[in-house]
């Protein structure tokens, strides 16, 4: 188990309490909702790092006929998600860079702040695009890699006159590995990446860019930090729309398949 999953292990408890069950408003307002229009139409989703399940949750509440199975390293966040999802979404313990599926397996898979947790980017973007068919959806939810550089943050600049705020960014082009005390003894590894990263990965691995979307604050988040007078201007999100395009293939060559679980 890599350090990464320890804390997630860990400190699974700090992520329940805080970001689920409707307590959030960037994912009750804006990330749910986002995935479910941005997957409507699929048949068969792969949640990869679906922790205590919320994004599948929302998938299956609202499309009607979605199947949706999960994977995350962490058993204590898939024991919650096996607790909340009531036998609607199937789970399975793997990481994104080795999922136990077969080639083509899935019509649609969703990441959604995850990605900035892996250390192995490319293998786990080929795995995505290994078990995603030809045609399907692979929708990337990230921290906005400019915006949530390491260093970042929101200056309120007091010798100026007037004064000023505004979001000082960071060393962007450095990709940089951090751990932060996000909460009084919890302390997660985030990996920092320039977009350019993500989108050349993915690129590479056979996926096309449909859309990007760079949402401001949800209403909800920008009540609970009224310090932060400017806010709605800073996207905390970055939302990658994807589409897998058709496997090349070599003549003569054969293909090796994993059973579709």
């Known amino acids: 188990m890599t350090q990464t999953s320890d804390q997630w292990e860990q400190h699974a408890s700090w992520w329940q309490d805080n970001f689920t069950e409707g307590v959030d408003p960037e994912y009750t307002e804006q990330i749910l909702p986002m995935v479910v229009d941005g997957l409507c139409g699929a048949r068969t989703v792969l949640d990869i790092g679906t922790g205590e399940g919320q994004v599948g949750r929302a998938l299956v509440d609202q499309l009607d006929g979605i199947r949706v199975i ?55 973007i080929r795995e995505v695009a290994r078990v995603v068919a030809t045609g399907g959806k692979f929708l990337l939810l990230l921290n906005h890699p400019l915006l949530q550089t390491p260093g970042s943050g929101w200056i309120d600049d007091q010798i100026l006159d007037p004064p000023e705020q505004y979001w000082r960014v960071g060393p962007y082009l450095n990709e940089a590995a951090t751990t932060e005390e996000v909460q009084k003894d919890v302390h997660i590894r985030f990996l920092h990446r320039p977009l350019s990263r993500y989108i050349n990965s993915m690129i590479q691995a ?10 401001a604050p949800p209403n909800g988040f920008l009540a609970q930090a009224p310090q932060y007078e400017d806010a709605a201007t800073i996207p905390r999100l970055l939302v990658l729309r994807t589409r897998r395009k058709p496997r090349e293939s070599t003549p003569g060559s054969v293909v090796g398949q994993r059973p579709v679980v």
């Open 70 to 124: 999960g994977v995350d390293p962490s058993g204590a966040q898939l024991k919650a998600a096996v607790e909340r999802s009531a036998d609607k979404i199937r789970y399975l313990q793997a990481g994104a860079g080795d999922l136990p599926f077969g080639d083509g397996s899935f019509d649609a898979a969703v990441a959604c702040l995850v990605f900035e947790h892996i250390d192995e980017l490319d293998e786990a």
């Open 206 to 215: 056979g996926f096309e860019l449909v859309e990007m979307i760079e949402p």
